[in-house]
């Protein structure tokens, strides 16, 4: 396996970095504040491929590998969590889906709309009653009426409904066929019966818009159907497993930047009369951080390269994003420690990456359901 960047990648980081530093990371504390995405910065993410990371070229993406992908999402993550986190639903969750399944009518209706830097895409599994567990819990049923779908249910916890073109539902189809009764059908938000209720007030990540969506009887032609009927809950799973890669980078990132905040006040902070990073018990947590964000990047990089050879990732995606978000909580916990009072403060960015990277061991899989996935196939392999 070989870790080396290419070029080409080592170009890309560096470009993105750039952007984000520019871009992103100076109004990551106002984008937190007001509760809105910084769209002056999102309008210009296609010169970089951002808004369609892995769509073909012909709709207005990038078509880059996952590696490159990677380094995108860390840069996102390192500069605003808010930012970082819809565009990793909007890329893995919402585009990624349309690319794999969609017909060639339903990617030029959606893909160019989606890459253009004017709307991000959305993903609705989650319900109020069910999350980790979509199999047994989701209740919204697609029926069939002469042309239509007709979609009613409630969907939870959604990124992104706001500005969405395509909202894809996860539906029940077939309420005998256990988990082959599921499909993908894509909802356009402005269909009558269809509400988006206004963004729930979170944590962290404020800036990307959570929200509830109703559907009241709403009513899709039967083409809205996105792959196969009766294989939404596999189609589900497999989303799932790229868009933790996405995840797991956006965890790196956060770390990296509650790491960097914490050095650099490490160097000019004083107590006893010397700087605090002096002090074997800071130094401690800032080579516990060196060492654990770079295996997290790692592991998450091998499920990525996994993924670019075109074999199975499924374990090596649940590792890398378990990972990843338990670094990051553990780094941003420590980052504050080593910030002292000026931590638990708004006016220093660890505060506000502490509660975005809160998400990150919940959102696309709780660390419960990673240690699930690990340990299934675990036990698979030593059959
Ligand atoms: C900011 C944000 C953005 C989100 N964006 C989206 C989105 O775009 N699209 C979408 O569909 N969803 C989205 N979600 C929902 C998210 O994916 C779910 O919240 C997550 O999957 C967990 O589901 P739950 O909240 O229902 O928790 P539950 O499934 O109710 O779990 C509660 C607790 O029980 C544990 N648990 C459950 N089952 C087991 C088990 N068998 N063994 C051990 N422990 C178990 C869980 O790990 C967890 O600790 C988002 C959520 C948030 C907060």
Redesign the pocket.
Same mark, same amino acid.
């Given at each position: 396996m070989e870790f080396e960047l290419t070029q080409e990648q080592k170009m890309y980081q560096r470009a993105v970095r750039d952007f984000c530093e520019g871009e992103l990371k100076p109004y990551a504390a106002e984008v937190d504040r007001t509760g809105e995405l910084r769209w002056e910065a999102i309008r210009k993410m296609p010169e970089l491929g951002l808004t369609g990371l892995q769509v073909p070229e012909e709709y207005g993406g990038a078509a880059l590998d996952t590696i490159s992908v990677v380094l995108a999402m860390e840069e996102l993550g390192r500069a605003c969590g808010s930012t970082a986190l819809s565009l990793a639903?909007h890329n893995g969750?919402c585009c990624a889906p349309l690319v794999k399944w969609g017909s060639a009518a339903q990617k030029e209706a959606y893909l160019p709309r989606l890459t253009s830097g004017e709307t991000l895409g959305?993903?609705?599994?989650?319900e109020p009653g069910?999350?980790?567990?979509l199999a047994g819990g989701v209740r919204t049923t697609a029926v069939k009426e002469g042309d239509s779908w007709i979609i009613d249910g409630t969907k939870a916890?959604? +990124?992104n409904p706001k500005y969405a073109p395509v909202i894809i539902t996860l539906c029940r189809t077939d309420k005998q066929a256990g988990n082959k009764g599921f499909s993908m059908i894509l909802v356009e938000p402005e269909t009558e019966g269809l509400t988006r209720h206004p963004p729930e007030k979170?944590m962290g990540?404020r800036g990307s818009p +959570?929200q509830m969506i109703s559907y009241d009887n709403v009513r899709v032609p039967l083409d809205h159907l996105l792959g196969e009927e009766g294989r939404g809950f596999y189609q589900t799973m497999e989303t799932l497993d790229g868009g933790r890669i996405g995840i797991g980078a956006l965890s790196v990132g956060l770390a990296q930047a509650a790491f960097e905040e914490s050095v650099r006040y490490a160097k000019q902070r004083e107590a006893f009369g010397q700087k605090i990073a002096s002090y074997q018990a800071i130094q401690w947590m800032i080579a516990d951080a060196a060492l654990e964000i770079d295996a997290a990047r790692l592991l998450v990089m091998r499920a990525a390269w996994l993924k670019d050879q075109g074999k199975p990732f499924s374990k090596e995606a649940a590792m890398g994003k378990l990972m990843a978000s338990e670094v990051a909580e553990k780094v941003c916990f420590n980052a504050i420690q080593i910030h002292g009072s000026y931590g638990y403060s708004q006016e220093f960015p660890v505060e506000r990456i502490y509660r975005d990277q809160r998400?990150m061991t919940?959102?696309?899989?709780?660390s419960?359901?990673q240690r699930?996935v690990i340990a299934r196939r675990v036990v698979e392999e030593m059959q």
């Open positions: 639903a969750l959305a993903l609705a599994l989650t069910a999350g980790s567990d916890w959604i +990124t979170k990540v +959570t998400l919940i959102g696309e899989g709780t419960q359901v699930m």
